[in-house]
């Protein structure tokens, strides 16, 4: 009998293994790639590699010829069917973006120079007056698997021209909103969408202290995107005394002929275990980031700002595996708004700050997190 048991745990486990798809990310060199993301390409669900590069997931309700996508920054993607990583043998290799490398060597001070010189040209790039945006936010976390928060907002926003006077302040107004959370829940993670925004100045993400947190490195000048060539830059904060373990690399992608800032792509990770706020002891953070402008009419304006946060560790004691996601994606736009043309309110915060919640448990379908 109890080898018939045995026997029966060793099926279950097998068949169990089956519907399970497992395998592994590095990059060209060898290294694991943790934290890349993994999603189905039609649900959008999914989620990232550990430390070591593993990803794992369920795919017992998937189509074998269902697509899953694996993205880096600074990597170029992978697109693998469910039935080509059921057959997995080898580690899936993610090869660095092809910048098109030529024998040329720039010193970390000319890269600085040149970034230095792209933000010096902000204010010819921007356009000299306000700018409409209708705007898709999507704001979530998960703790431990669960649902933690959800935020839905479909807004305009008037971004401010660098030319007014009143140049810090955004001013927003809400069509539909959908505003959730965990009830009781002690850890909240919540980006309010003008918070998120306010960051997508280049000036403000470069600023003189951070500049000086950072090493630069020239990558390449034959970046093309829509037909014009990019010089990109790589920068990597340098670890500071007051938080020792926390690092970060990105790149800066810079228009050749404007100096205009087209992309800027951020990844930020610590090394060792770290106390954040007394109640949080994070094994691992790592944070990616990406802020994209589009060209329009000759000037940049926003296109998307998306980050995605992972973390792992003890939070009130115990411990807690947490994901949380913000995006906001510009899908129309007006240019060129004068002042007694903006729509003097900002109900985006005032609904963040004052609406009392629904039961998270009340959102019954999935949302689209991308």
Do not use: W
């Amino acid at each position: 009998m109890k080898h018939l048991a045995f026997l029966c745990f060793i099926i279950l486990c097998l068949t169990a293994r089956a519907q399970t798809v497992i395998g592994t990310v590095l990059d060209q060199e060898g290294h694991s790639l943790s934290f890349t993301t993994f999603s189905n390409v039609r649900t959008q669900i999914g989620g990232y590699t550990s430390e070591s590069g593993l990803f794992s997931f369920d795919a017992k309700d998937a189509a074998d010829t269902t697509l899953i996508t694996f993205s880096h920054i600074g990597y170029e993607e992978v697109h693998q069917t469910i039935a080509q990583l059921k057959d997995l043998k080898e580690p899936i290799i993610m090869k660095a973006k092809n910048y098109g490398l030529q024998e040329v060597v720039v010193q970390p001070t000319d890269a600085k120079g040149m970034l230095r010189d792209a933000l010096s040209h902000i204010a010819d790039n921007y356009p000299a007056e306000f700018t409409k945006n209708h705007i898709i936010f999507k704001d979530y976390s998960v703790v431990s698997g669960e649902k933690n928060h959800y935020n839905y907002f479909d807004f305009d926003m008037y971004l401010p021209s660098y030319l007014a006077k009143d140049s810090p302040r955004i001013y927003t107004v809400d069509h539909k909103h959908e505003v959730y959370e965990q009830k009781g829940a002690m850890f909240h993670v919540q980006i309010p969408p003008t918070v998120l925004l306010k960051i997508m100045y280049p000036e403000k993400l470069f600023s003189g202290e951070r500049m000086k947190e950072n090493d630069f490195s020239f990558v390449s000048s034959t970046a093309v995107l829509d037909g014009e060539e990019y010089d990109v830059i790589n920068f990597r904060r340098i670890p500071q005394k007051k938080d020792k373990s926390v690092r970060g690399n990105g790149y800066v992608y810079i228009n050749k002929k404007d100096k205009g800032i087209r992309y800027i792509e951020l990844h930020v990770y610590n090394e060792k275990p770290e106390r954040y706020m007394l109640v949080a002891k994070m094994d691992t953070l790592n944070v990616n980031a990406k802020i994209a402008f589009a060209k329009v009419d000759g000037k940049y304006v926003l296109d998307y700002i998306q980050q995605s946060t992972y973390a792992s560790g003890k939070l009130f004691g115990s411990h807690q595996n947490l994901v949380y996601s913000t995006t906001a994606k510009v899908v129309d736009r007006t240019m060129h708004l004068k002042m007694n043309e903006i729509v003097m309110r900002s109900e985006v915060d005032d609904i963040v700050l004052n609406e009392k919640p629904r039961d998270i448990k009340e959102l019954v379908n999935a949302p689209d997190m991308k």
